[in-house]
């Protein structure tokens, strides 16, 4: 079994920066992709960027190319969303998810998910 916990949400103001975090524990862990999702309140879990286990593949959004960034700590099981410029359309309850195959942008793709840490960016 696989647990994810994020960590780092709370509330800033537009234009701020926020990073979350994602610690992996568990079994035994070989090569995965760990993804980012967002569901702003009332819509649907969307998609925000995922990272190969050797972090040399990523993927974004449109909506959060170019100001989000993924990185990970193998050693610390570990993966971070770095949240900068950050817009009121942000807001949302941010998940990590954990994938045994190559990263993908489909939620359905993904084998755990954390419990979610609200984001809540204000005008």
């Known amino acids: 079994q696989v647990q994810l916990v994020e960590s780092g949400g709370g509330l800033v103001q537009a234009g701020d920066s926020l990073r979350l975090s994602c610690a992996a524990s568990?079994?035994?862990?070989?090569?995965?992709?760990m993804g980012w999702f967002r569901q702003p309140a009332g819509k649907e879990r969307e998609f925000v960027g995922a990272?190969?286990?050797?972090?040399?593949?990523?993927s974004y959004s449109d909506s959060v190319k170019g100001r989000f960034t993924i990185s990970r700590d193998n050693a610390k099981n570990t993966v971070y969303l770095q949240m900068n410029s950050l817009k009121p359309v942000d807001t949302a309850v941010y998940y990590c998810?954990?994938?045994?195959?190559?990263?993908?942008?489909?939620?359905?793709?993904?084998?755990?998910w954390g419990q979610g840490t609200q984001v809540t960016v204000s005008p």
């Open positions: 990272t190969s286990w050797s972090g040399g593949s990523t």
């Open positions: 568990g079994r035994y862990f070989s090569s995965y992709s």
């Open positions: 998810a954990l994938r045994w195959r190559a990263l993908s942008a489909r939620a359905d793709d993904y084998n755990y």
